[in-house]
């Protein structure tokens, strides 16, 4: 096995050990593609939403949040092209132990690559999940395999009710469901999923400006999960290649361990194709009326994230060996805003009750500034240290006898700071802790 594949399973050993992630409904026998976050999991994600919406959103005047419905419609998905060929992959089956495929990732149709029967024929297979909306089961419905839908319907809604000047954004951030041929590797290809997503409206004559533009700020968005310009790659999409709606697509990809680059996520010019087909199908215009001059259907540029991805990236990109104090010691180097917790605080030693109590008194301090931090007194310190380096935590606080003034008088009210990464300890005045570690 390469060093690379060894990283991936240490990662995902890492995640189950630590509750980052769990196979789904495990104790069943788990249900393909599909995951649990545990709470450090969460952490992570919920801190990657977090900053996305920060950044796309909040930060800027042309962005409009929306968290549209999962349900939607079945006329959506026919309007968009999801019901037809155009949302399908093919699959192959094997003829003797009936091994599936996705005929466009294997190399050749020879032989199945199990058990080295022939291949049947290559079928297309729907990648929606569909299911039934009330009691008669008449009404059709799917789980939504992409947010972006959910935005185009909300477009006249939003200019509506919003006002946006062109050009404008929508996004959102939900789950989306595709029932994958083969889930594999980890949260890269999975049958459920979460996404964050823009729907970015231009007008057609604007749109090659703004797709600088905006690339230039999914770059940023990668150097602020904090993954390195060589681990990225930008795949610009052929032109034979490319959907037939789409006149520029760039799938930004990442060097996954083990795997290689692989897509994280797609960034799109898809013309007015969308809002078009909607307003075909729908009736209603989805139109944009500029100060001067007729009301026209704009042209959208699409960033798409996977979570999942992002989630495997940044986990990547932190995962780090080295050796301290003798010992091989593996940590997570997450940047401090994405860390599941953000300091963790114990007392030197557990059975001491003024160590204990000034020390919840820190945490109690610490906790209430920033919400997401650890109290961990199990073990001796080197333990703690070690724990916590090894779920990300950027540092430790100790409270110890000094803190309490019991030797030197002078470090009376000062605590350890510990350092995640090059494991140095400095002395802080508990006064000064919260500014510190901001
Ligand atoms: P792929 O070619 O890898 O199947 P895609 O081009 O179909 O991906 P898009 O439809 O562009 O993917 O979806 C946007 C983003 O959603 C992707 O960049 C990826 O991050 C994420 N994504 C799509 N499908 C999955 C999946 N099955 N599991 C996890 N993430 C996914």
Redesign the pocket.
């Known amino acids: 096995m390469s060093e690379k594949d060894n990283k991936m399973e240490k990662i995902v050993s890492l995640c189950k050990r630590r509750g980052f992630v769990f196979q789904g409904s495990e104790i069943y026998g788990g249900l393909k593609g599909t995951w649990d976050l545990g709470p450090l999991g969460v952490a992570l994600n919920n801190n990657i939403k977090r900053e996305w919406w920060n950044m796309f959103v909040e930060q800027r005047e042309d962005m409009y949040g929306l968290d549209a419905a999962i349900l939607m419609n079945e006329k959506v998905w026919e309007a968009s092209g999801h019901t037809g060929a155009g949302f399908s992959d093919p699959v192959v089956e094997c003829k003797k132990e009936g091994h599936r495929f996705r005929a466009d990732h294997l190399e050749n149709l020879d032989s199945c690559p199990t058990c080295g029967s022939i291949f049947g024929e290559v079928k297309n297979f729907n990648l929606m999940f569909e299911t039934q909306v009330g009691p008669e089961g008449d009404v059709k419905s799917y789980l939504r395999p992409?947010t972006a839908q959910g935005i185009f319907v909300n477009f006249k809604n939003i200019v509506d009710s919003m006002s946006p000047k062109l050009p404008f954004g929508i996004a959102q951030i939900g789950k989306?469901f595709?029932n994958?041929i083969a889930?594999r590797e980890f949260?890269?290809?999975?049958?459920e999923?979460e996404?964050m997503e823009i729907e970015y409206f231009v007008s057609e004559a604007e749109w090659k400006e703004e797709f600088e533009k905006l690339r230039l700020e999914i770059q940023k968005w990668h150097a602020h999960l904090g993954l390195s310009e060589e681990n990225i790659r930008e795949y610009e999409v052929p032109e034979n290649d490319l959907a037939h709606y789409s006149k520029r697509t760039i799938?930004f990809e990442y060097n996954y361990p083990g795997k290689g680059f692989?897509?994280?996520?797609?960034f799109a010019y898809r013309t007015d194709h969308d809002l078009k087909s909607h307003e075909e199908a729908s009736g209603v215009k989805m139109r944009y009326t500029p100060a001067e001059g007729a009301p026209f259907i704009p042209h959208v540029l699409e960033p798409?994230?996977?979570l999942?991805?992002?989630m495997t990236a940044v986990l990547v990109e932190a995962y780090t060996e080295d050796e301290m104090n003798g010992e091989v010691r593996s940590y997570l180097k997450l940047p401090a805003h994405l860390a599941p917790y953000r300091v963790a605080v114990s007392p030197l030693l557990k059975n001491k009750p003024q160590l204990v109590e000034k020390a919840r008194e820190v945490f109690g301090m610490l906790k209430k500034e920033f919400g997401n931090v650890a109290w961990d007194d199990n073990g001796n310190v080197g333990k703690r240290y070690r724990r916590q380096d090894e779920i990300g935590t950027p540092y430790c606080v100790v409270i110890d006898f000094d803190t309490l003034g019991e030797e030197q008088a002078e470090l009376k009210d000062t605590v350890t700071v510990r350092h995640r990464d090059t494991g140095e300890q400095e002395r802080i005045a508990i006064a000064e802790l919260k500014e510190y570690i901001k």
């Open positions: 992409e989306a595709r994958e889930p949260l890269f290809r999975v049958r999923f996404q799938d692989d897509e994280l996520a797609g798409s994230f996977g999942g991805r992002v």
